[in-house]
């Protein structure tokens, strides 16, 4: 059964964004469920942040049409503002000021006043375990402190959707996981968060997630599903006795699609993993290179994400790449 209108948060339809005679965005259709956990994955330049800056009102789009909370992003944008949060890549908190500081400061640009503001910032404190920080001045805090209190100046007024773009950028793996703790409790109360990133961990947490690659979406699926019905070849881990020198000499071989470095091993991706098998071991040991292991796995989202980019890079060698404009 399709999902009742009332239960969607966003919504984008054909989206683009050209700059000049970059295309940074190229007719992007998706739809975001209320509660639901959004994520956009792909590298930079990939066309996220600029997806992001068009959905929260901060771009015009060149063409095609999106809705955030019911309101139009083209004509409606100071509306939208209203029903959002955003989190941007660069956390918009004054360093100057306290912790306690800068949630007054974001609480009167939301136009909250006296008692609603003080249960909010009381909340945002609590929410974030900045209660014993809020005297301490924000250049003072550690990267992870300072993610954790952007994060609360964004939901400070209670919005139903909250964008987060790449918001765990920089910080250490433990700040990191404490925040997506942060994200799911927002989500069981209701809240909406599409998130920009570009760690594989964190992709897993989402509820759903589309795959970006120069601008288009070339995959969307639950992570479970893109890791099942989008990967529709055989990946073979494989452990050897000179990693680097093993990867030079089948990467650029045609009879495996894709082969990556993956921690201490090689993830290499065939259509047939037997005749696979045998191919890598006659390059190898060719050249003295010794395999210990070599067996077929399921695919990990990373598998997923590298063949699927690829393959797109490889069907459109001619579609520009900017860091700039995502």
Not at 74 to 83: A, F, I, L, N
Not at 161 to 171: H, N, Q, R, W
């Amino acid at each position: 059964m399709k999902p009742s209108r009332n239960h969607v948060a966003v919504v984008a339809k054909d989206l683009t964004k050209v700059f000049g005679s970059f295309v940074a965005v190229d007719r992007v259709s998706f739809e975001v469920q209320r509660g639901e956990i959004f994520g956009f994955l792909g590298p930079n330049g990939a066309g996220k942040t600029t997806t992001i800056k068009i959905l929260c009102g901060l771009l015009t789009p060149s063409s095609g049409e999106a809705s955030v909370a019911g309101r139009d992003v083209s004509t409606e944008y100071e509306e939208v503002r209203k029903q959002i949060g955003y989190m941007s890549q660069k956390f918009s908190i004054y360093e100057d000021l306290t912790v306690a500081e800068n949630l007054e400061f974001f609480g009167g640009v939301y136009g909250l006043r006296g008692r609603d503001h003080e249960k909010r910032a009381q909340w945002a404190l609590e929410m974030t375990g900045l209660m014993d920080e809020r005297k301490t001045l924000t250049r003072e805090l550690a990267l992870g402190w300072k993610q954790r209190l952007a994060l609360g100046c964004a939901v400070l007024h209670t919005p139903p959707i909250v964008f987060l773009d790449e918001p765990t950028s920089g910080v250490d793996p433990i700040s990191r996981r404490n925040f997506w703790g942060l994200i799911h409790e927002m989500t069981s109360q209701g809240v909406t968060s599409f998130v920009t990133t570009h760690y594989m961990d964190e992709a897993g947490y989402c509820n759903r997630l589309a795959l970006m690659s120069q601008g288009r979406i070339i995959a969307m699926d639950n992570p479970r599903e893109l890791k099942t019905k989008w990967m529709t070849e055989s990946v073979i881990e494989m452990e050897c006795s000179d990693l680097l020198t093993a990867l030079d000499l089948l990467k650029d071989d045609r009879f495996f699609s894709e082969v990556a470095v993956f921690g201490n091993q090689l993830h290499i991706v065939a259509d047939d993993p037997e005749p696979a098998k045998e191919r890598a071991r006659q390059l190898l040991t060719a050249k003295g290179i010794s395999i210990i292991r070599a067996e077929q796995v399921s695919p990990s989202l990373e598998d997923v994400f590298v063949t699927l980019t690829s393959q797109d890079r490889n069907n459109h060698p001619g579609a520009a790449t900017s860091e700039s404009h995502d």
